[in-house]
């Protein structure tokens, strides 16, 4: 009797040929690039080391592209924002100590926002792991250990053998739902010692589906089907698991309104009669949600900013499903399916009764207009009108990249992402700097259309020096910096709670003067001349800077109320 465990698929004569007779003068660096090239990878970012530069040797004998960054930490926002947008692991080539280390934030947000990053380190020489001192450079008792807290899986290479294998299995670890950041480390002395080993070929590149149980699907479509006022939530899941479109069928079928949280911008049409858009921050949106009966939570954890700082206190039965078993009742008791969104969507497509609901969407406008006449009665015209403008700007097909600054806070709860996977922001770890390198991943995995990258000034002097990455290769990145001369959120935090700031002023450069040194066009705009200004930039191929001078405020928090 034959299983299909033991089907082996047998090598064809030339494969044979080519396993017995490797081309001479590849290294240890060379499994790694091979490795990565037959799962399907295209592209690495990085930065080179000494310690790695038998990877970096290999890259040249490889046919994968190389897009180097200034900064480790931006390679890695860079690597993160590839992944969101392709949904492919985005290679990462560090070196040992420093290098790696300066990655950590940016790793931490890829954690956070569970975005597919496949970090490869180099190590010190097999002699010195174990945490003996040594004395190499760059050491560290134990690398692993400062990034076991940070990434879903560490795989430590000790020899040259172990690569390929090492390789494939955090390449699944990271397209495994929930997507992630992975660690691989290999020793210097490993990468650099000729190899015999014969030359990769391929890979098994398809992670594990993680379905839903269908008892607990079943509890779940006969809660909503026989609610009286079901609601949902979306969050970064929905857009993970490609999973607007079914989104969007549940909601109708069940006449159900849908807030998105700030990471689920776009999974649901902003202006559809049934949207709540993604005003999650206010009182009146979560007045509406616990009073919902049954409320469907997908792909979300229900954090902070998700439930309106923790004020959020449903009511009525909570139906959450979650690919992060740690995030699966965290913070609320619920139905918990531990399942990708996209399956567990489909299961309850199959399964819910369609339920007619009239009234739905007049309730829906009711509370937008609440929330329009709370934001109405506090002056903000200007903070308004600059998210206008930049919206009306950005090509509807065209994806966003926002730092940690005051007008990306307003664009989470007001900005209209056009779409799924088209708006990203730092709020997964809420790092500065995020912004402008993310964008240019962005660029790299689509050159075909603009992409938007909006920073403060603050912000901005994080990843100054990714002008120079972005001029190097072309890149079709528009740069907006709001220069308000400081940590303008931060101003206006301390200024409330202690009555002034402290530390949050900033003498700046002049960021026009500045990217034109780096031979990228810069210019100074006006709230009245941005969108223009904007425009233009964004349909000029290669990067450009627009600089706003404007001190923004933020809108009155409800959670203190």
Do not use: C
């Amino acid at each position: 009797m034959t299983h299909d465990h033991d089907l082996v698929l047998r090598p064809t004569a030339a494969q044979t040929e080519a396993a017995l007779n490797p081309p001479p003068g590849r290294n240890g660096g060379d499994l790694v690039v091979e490795t990565l090239a037959g799962l399907g990878a295209t592209t690495v970012f990085g930065l080179p080391g000494q310690h790695a530069l038998g990877m970096f040797d290999a890259l040249r004998r490889s046919d994968l592209r190389y897009v180097g960054l200034r900064v480790e930490n931006n390679a890695g926002f860079a690597a993160d924002a590839y992944g969101r947008v392709t949904g492919e692991a985005a290679p990462l080539l560090l070196s040992t100590g420093p290098g790696a280390l300066t990655s950590l934030a940016a790793l931490q947000e890829a954690a956070a926002a569970s975005a597919p990053v496949l970090a490869i380190s180099s190590q010190v020489p097999t002699a010195g792991l174990g945490g003996g001192r040594h004395g190499y450079l760059h050491e560290l008792p134990d690398q692993a250990a400062s990034f076991r807290g940070v990434v879903k899986s560490v795989h430590t290479v000790r020899t040259q053998s172990q690569i390929p294998s090492a390789i494939e299995a955090a390449w699944k670890s990271a397209l495994s739902a929930p997507h992630g950041p992975v660690w691989v480390e290999i020793p210097q002395d490993v990468l650099l010692a000729k190899t015999s080993i014969p030359v990769v070929t391929g890979g098994d590149a398809f992670p594990e589906e993680l379905p839903p149980r269908p008892e607990l699907t079943a509890v779940a479509a006969d809660l909503l089907s026989r609610a009286a006022r079901p609601a949902i939530i979306a969050g970064g899941g929905v857009i993970r698991a490609d999973a607007a479109g079914k989104l969007r069928k549940l909601a109708e079928t069940l006449q159900a309104p849908v807030v998105t949280t700030p990471g689920g911008k776009g999974a649901f049409p902003w202006n559809h009669p049934l949207s709540l858009q993604s005003w999650i921050e206010d009182r009146h949106t979560t007045d509406f949600l616990e009073d919902a009966d049954v409320l469907l939570v997908v792909g979300s954890g229900l954090g902070e900013l998700s439930s309106n700082y923790h004020t959020f206190k449903p009511r009525g039965r909570v139906v959450q499903i979650e690919a992060d078993l740690g995030k699966l009742e965290s913070n609320h008791p619920a139905l918990g399916i531990h399942a990708d969104a996209r399956l567990a969507l489909q299961a309850l497509l199959e399964t819910v009764s369609e339920r007619p609901d009239p009234a739905a969407p007049e309730r829906v406008r009711a509370v937008l207009a609440k929330v329009a006449d709370r934001i109405a009665a506090q002056e903000l015209t200007l903070e308004q009108e600059v998210l206008a403008s930049v919206r009306r700007a950005l090509p509807a097909g065209s994806p966003s990249f926002w730092d940690m600054t005051i007008l990306a806070y307003w664009a989470w709860s007001a900005f209209d992402a056009k779409g799924p996977n088209q708006m990203h922001s730092a709020q997964g770890a809420g790092g500065l700097g995020y912004g402008f390198p993310a964008a240019l991943g962005a660029a790299v995995a689509d050159p075909t259309r603009p992409v938007l990258a909006v920073s403060g000034d603050g912000g901005a002097l994080y990843s100054i020096a990714e002008l120079a990455t972005a001029k190097q290769y072309g890149l079709n990145v528009t740069w907006l910096i709001v220069d308000d001369g400081g940590y303008g959120i931060l101003r206006e935090y301390m200024t409330d709670a202690f009555g002034q700031a402290t530390a949050t002023e900033l003498t700046r450069p002049d960021y026009v003067a500045l990217a034109e040194s780096f031979r990228v066009p810069g210019v100074r705009t006006t709230p009245e001349t941005l969108e223009a200004d904007l425009a233009k930039a964004l349909a000029t191929p290669g990067p450009s800077v627009v600089v706003l001078p404007a001190v923004l405020r933020m809108f009155a928090p409800t959670h203190l109320e």
